[in-house]
């Protein structure tokens, strides 16, 4: 069983910043599992569908979308198996519900998201 809690997100005026986590638990995952497997964040605004933001990929290279534009960076910390994204910038179009996916192949796993909400 795999669990992955995200926090971090709120209200924040245009410009602001926003730091995301994703705490991820279970038997299969140990400091080193967590360090290679493939992992990101995604976003899901009302209406659309859901979209990569940032991820690591296998091998560890890190892959933005292009609307990130050096806004956004991603992080992890293999001892606490957690991942992070921290947001600056932020835009009224960055608000969406934001969830972090983690690859233990054959399966993946999903947090329940969070709310990311950039007033104009």
């Known amino acids: 069983q795999v669990q992955l809690v995200e926090s971090g997100g709120g209200l924040v005026q245009t410009g602001g910043s926003l730091r995301l986590s994703c705490a991820a638990s279970g038997s299969i995952f140990s400091s080193s599992m967590f360090s290679i497997s493939p992992m990101g964040w995604y976003r899901q605004a009302p209406g659309k569908q859901r979209e990569l933001v940032a991820a690591y990929r296998s091998g560890g290279s890190i892959t933005y979308a292009p609307f990130v534009k050096g806004r956004f960076t991603i992080s992890r910390d293999n001892a606490k198996n957690t991942m992070y994204l921290q947001m600056n910038s932020l835009k009224p179009e960055d608000t969406a519900v934001y969830y972090c996916?983690?690859?233990?192949?054959?399966?993946?796993?999903w947090g329940q998201g969070t709310q990311v909400t950039v007033s104009s």
């Open positions: 996916n983690v690859i233990s192949s054959p399966d993946e796993y």
